[in-house]
């Protein structure tokens, strides 16, 4: 049986030239660790992925330290980092008081969430999606009045811990109204990582044939069931060029029960590698990133690019 060679395979798909990394460690990351992490430690891990060559970095959450307790310093955070030129440094806002606290901080850009069911919905941000998408108006208008970017967020794209399968049909809508409400780019999160490349690809068929803009979907893979690189890449192969990823595989979800971590930083950026895709980023660098915060938490890596590239070095 003759076999097309790869190289041959991979010219035919329709992947982006560049990908735009959007680190979310220090707040997706970070925010289901049950150890307390200090102020010191997570500027630390912030500072040392401003020298990666990545160029977007969610660095925390305006939420309520009842609900969220490692995002309570974010204020603090913010008000004490460095910032380094050329990179932009976002914030989750779930509500009026996270905006103003984003405001007062220089925030130039703050992330909104919503979700594809109303359960999760209902379990995570205490409203319908209805409510959370007039609520999300309204703060979208007043942060781009203040000059920030507005990025929008979708959870359970793929699936939900309470209602199952998510209809493709849902996802495009909310894409296509948090996008009509001037959020600049829309992120897709399969936030409990039960997606596949099968179900995926029928999203992404779904968006596209009902004329969302590619250009302004971002993918958010957690690796429950190990299918995050697989799925991003039939992302990649509809023309999504902004992928989040978290270094060391940090997170999980505090409202879905067994979710996984998001996918490696360092594992994306070995797959980019692979396929000749520019990033921007230093792997090798952000593989001493994810070994340091992996060493403040004090357990394993869990990238395995890291971990390879790790062993490797040390011979």
């Known amino acids: 049986m003759q076999l097309m060679p790869i190289s041959q ?60 307790p490692q ?12 910032r380094a030129p050329g990179i932009r440094y976002s ?6 008081r996270g905006l103003d606290t984003a405001i ?20 995570n941000i205490n409203c319908s999606i209805a409510e959370s998408l007039q609520r999300f108006a309204d703060l979208a208008k007043q942060a781009i009045d203040h000059g920030m970017r507005v ?30 409400m001037g959020c600049y780019e829309c992120s897709l999160g399969d936030t409990i990582g039960v997606g596949s490349a099968g179900s995926t690809e029928a999203m992404f068929e779904h968006l596209c044939a009902n004329n969302v803009a590619v250009e302004k979907l ?6 429950t069931y190990g299918q995050a690189l697989a799925n991003i890449l039939v992302a990649l192969n509809f023309g999504v060029a902004t992928i989040d990823a978290s270094v060391a595989g940090l997170g999980g979800c505090p409202y879905a029960k067994g979710a996984s971590g998001n996918v490696a930083t360092e ?26 915060i992996s060493a ?14 790790t062993q490797k070095r040390s011979g």
């Open 71 to 82: 995002m309570a310093a974010s204020e603090t955070l913010f008000q004490t980092m460095t």
């Open 91 to 96: 914030a989750l806002v779930p509500n009026q």
């Open 267 to 292: 594992d994306v950026l070995y797959m980019l590698n692979g396929l000749g895709i520019s990033h921007g980023a230093n792997l090798e660098v952000v593989v001493e990133c994810g070994n340091y």
């Open 104 to 123: 007062a901080c220089g925030v130039e850009e703050v992330a909104l969430f919503a979700a594809a069911t109303e359960t999760f919905s209902k379990t």
């Open 9 to 68: 395979y991979y010219s035919g798909m329709n992947l982006p030239s560049n990908v735009t990394i959007v680190e979310v460690g220090p707040r997706d990351g970070l925010q289901n660790e049950k150890q307390a992490i200090s102020l010191e430690e997570k500027l630390e891990l912030v500072h040392r992925l401003s020298q990666t060559g990545l160029k977007v970095i969610e660095a925390g959450s305006f939420v309520s330290p009842k609900w969220v």
């Open 218 to 223: 971002a993918f958010h893979a957690h690796d």
């Open 296 to 309: 403040v938490l004090n357990r394993p890596n869990q990238s395995r690019a890291a971990n390879a590239i």
């Open 151 to 180: 990025r929008g967020y979708i959870s359970c794209v793929l699936g939900c811990p309470y209602e199952g399968d998510v209809n493709p049909e849902i996802v495009t809508q909310l894409s296509q109204q948090l996008l009509d």
